[in-house]
DNA sequence: TCAATTTAGTTCCACTTGGAACTAAATTGG
DNA sequence: CCAATTTAGTTCCAAGTGGAACTAAATTGA
């Protein structure tokens, strides 16, 4: 039986080539994330919204990261707790808090990068520098366009 | 607050866009597959193998799809109860069973994938046609790569 | 050849997940 | 200017998820 087959012949081929890849190198990064930092998915995707917005709502990260907002909402609970992130009312709308990272949620960002950085190098290791410079340019313009049309 | 900031900015640019993708496009397809067939994802990715290998043992789809063997296991008893595969004791080995898709399965199988081709069509419209075929051809690289190299 | 190990599949259970309903605050429009 | 609607965030709960332990069958090796 050889596993590459399906590749080839699905109906919906790149669209199943990258839930295949997000699940091969996402998911058990989130696994191992998991163990060694004690942060479920929605508090890591908070921290990882927070350490490049210098201040998100939590309905914010809910858009960003395509979560449910009671998922962040739990998250935000929880690292507040923990004293990675900061949550202030905002002083112009009673309803949204402003959150931010802290120094300890930005370092425990940089540790956690490095899992999925090293990750993302494996299964790019197939591909030549010029290669992967233009899936970057392709990989981009289609996450972009996904990120900027309405669903 | 622009929501593609993070594409240019993250420490894992691939990876992170491919999972953003993944979510973007395939989970929302999970949920209207569940909506619209019944069917939950394990259900779904074990037809959608079925339905491009003549046959397999529920340990191939779990590898096949990465997801953990008891969802697959679960899926099984489901499907072969809606008449949708089949499962025949293996002569051979008695430890496994040999599955396969009927054609209401198949017929099934179809109707799905209309639901993914047109969520795949609709964030692939950002490319031309010439870098939809380079994306075809790097992203197969990257996932032919990824299956066969041990986790 | 048979004890020890490996492999396929299942069951159990604790945890995660996310929809839906809810509260409170802001905005809209008549 | 106030009633109706929209929006941010939370809580509740039913369903899904996946690790771990288990049974049964096959394989390995001394």
Known sequence: MD???IFDVVEFRDAYRISYLANAVVLPGYEAV???FGLNRGEYLLILCL???PMLTAQDVARLSRRPRNTISRAVHRLVDDGYIKRA????DGRQARL????AGR???NEIAVV???RQEKILSALTGQERQILDVLLQKVAVHTAISAD
Do not use: G, M, S
């Not at 931010?100 to 120094?103: A, E, G, L, Y």
């Open 89 to 92: 009312p905002d002083p112009e």
């Open 34 to 36: 998991k163990h060694q």
């Open 107 to 109: 370092a425990l960002n």
């Open 3 to 5: 596993p590459t087959h």
């Open 100 to 103: 931010t990272i802290t120094p």
């Open 51 to 53: 350490a490049h917005y």
């Open 116 to 118: 999925f950085r090293k």
